[in-house]
């Protein structure tokens, strides 16, 4: 089906900036949309944003805006996740995913990619 790999994550002090990456591979198909989550240690998975591959319709979290930007590379069935102005809070593990045909739901799932932000 799809396979999505993460990539980009590391150490960042407060107030810099790093770009995930996201690979799909397998077959990819435009019609569904791709999604940004993140995971802080002891708390639940949240949304961080969407977009579709033709970049018309994005959405992000409101903690994002301003700060987070997510851009695709349709040749290299490739999302980015650029994140600037980085936050002690934004440390996470984030997870790219890929909405299947029901909207809404995250078929796809990578492994996650660790973000550190150091005060």
């Known amino acids: 089906q799809v396979q ?3 990539s980009g994550g590391g150490l960042v002090q407060a107030g810099g900036s790093l770009r995930l990456s996201c690979a ?3 077959r990819t198909f435009s019609s569904y949309r791709m999604g940004w989550f993140r995971q802080a240690p ?3 998975r949240e949304f961080v944003g969407i977009t579709d591959w033709s970049g018309g319709s994005t959405y992000y979290a409101d903690f994002v805006k301003g700060r987070f930007t997510i851009s695709r590379d349709n040749a290299k069935n490739t999302v980015y996740l650029q994140m600037n102005s980085l936050k002690p809070e934004d440390t996470a593990v984030y997870y790219c995913a890929a909405e299947g045909g029901v909207v809404g739901t995250f078929d796809y ?7 550190t932000v150091s005060s």
């Not at 799932?109 to 973000?115: D, I, K, M, R």
Request: charged share 10%; aromatic share 6%.
């Open 24 to 26: 799909a591979s397998g």
């Open 109 to 115: 799932w990578g492994q996650g990619t660790q973000v």
């Open 4 to 6: 999505l790999v993460e």
């Open 42 to 44: 002891g708390k639940q």
